[in-house]
């Protein structure tokens, strides 16, 4: 069984900066695929990024590219999202997930599984 607790969101202005973290316990998630998905009152919930079981390999919605950057730290059972650039359309709550799926099964580019999820943590990003 694997927890997932985000952290980090808050209230930014338009174009400020915010770095969500991820932190596993119960079991390491080093060998898992992460990806990070947020979901808007009455919008459908959208995967933002994803990142390979390594940190070699990444994946971005088109709307948050070259802006946000995930990564991780498997050492510090850690996943990031660093979010620059921000937009009031990027409000939402974010939530983190992990795929169990074997290492090196899961084409991130598809989206992941998600097979474990954090309570998710709000971000608010005013005009």
């Known amino acids: 069984q694997v927890q997932l607790v985000e952290s980090g969101g808050g209230l930014v202005q338009a174009g400020g900066s915010l770095r969500l973290s991820c932190t596993a316990s119960?079991?390491?998630?080093?060998?898992?695929?992460m990806g990070w998905f947020r979901q808007a009152p009455g919008k459908e919930r959208e995967l933002v990024a994803t990142?390979?079981?390594?940190?070699?390999?990444?994946y971005y919605a088109d709307s948050v590219k070259g802006r946000f950057t995930i990564s991780r730290d498997n050492a510090k059972n850690t996943v990031y999202l660093q979010m620059n650039s921000l937009k009031p359309e990027d409000t939402a709550v974010y939530y983190c997930?992990?795929?169990?799926?074997?290492?090196?099964?899961?084409?991130?580019?598809?989206?992941?599984?998600?097979?474990?999820w954090g309570q998710g943590t709000q971000v608010t990003v005013t005009s």
């Open positions: 997930a992990a795929d169990s799926r074997p290492r090196g099964t899961v084409v991130i580019s598809r989206g992941i599984n998600g097979d474990y």
């Open positions: 119960g079991r390491t998630i080093s060998s898992y695929a």
């Open positions: 990142i390979n079981w390594s940190g070699v390999s990444t």
